[in-house]
């Protein structure tokens, strides 16, 4: 088995079910952002409506962008989505840009 390269791209990220709602591993980017949304798609809104990005590798604001459409789908359902989990530096981007009480 090979070793990845240090200069290798973070793996593509997918969220997937676990036992409290939804966990996210690997990076989010805006290479897969839009791969990543659309996986999500499939899944049903999680329950509890949590999402954990604790998983996440490596991230730009198209993060930021996948998580305000799960908020935005999980209104449009009723329900109210909670991020937990998000990294430091993910969210000093979302106040840099303005749209961290969108995450809150």
Do not use: C
Not at 45 to 66: F, R
Not at 70 to 78: D, F, N, Q, S, W
């Amino acid at each position: 088995m090979n070793a990845a390269s240090p200069d290798a791209p973070p793996a593509t990220g997918a969220f997937a079910v676990s036992g409290r709602g939804w966990g996210f591993s690997g990076a989010l980017t805006f290479d897969d952002a839009a791969v990543v949304l659309e996986a999500s798609g499939a899944l049903a809104l999680p329950e509890p409506a949590t999402v954990d990005m604790s998983g996440l590798t490596h991230a730009d604001s198209a993060a930021l962008a996948v998580l305000i459409a799960l908020k935005r789908r999980a209104a449009t359902e009723g329900r109210t989505l909670t991020i937990e989990g998000l990294p430091q530096s993910l969210h000093s981007l979302a106040v840099v840009y303005g749209v961290e009480d969108l995450l809150a």
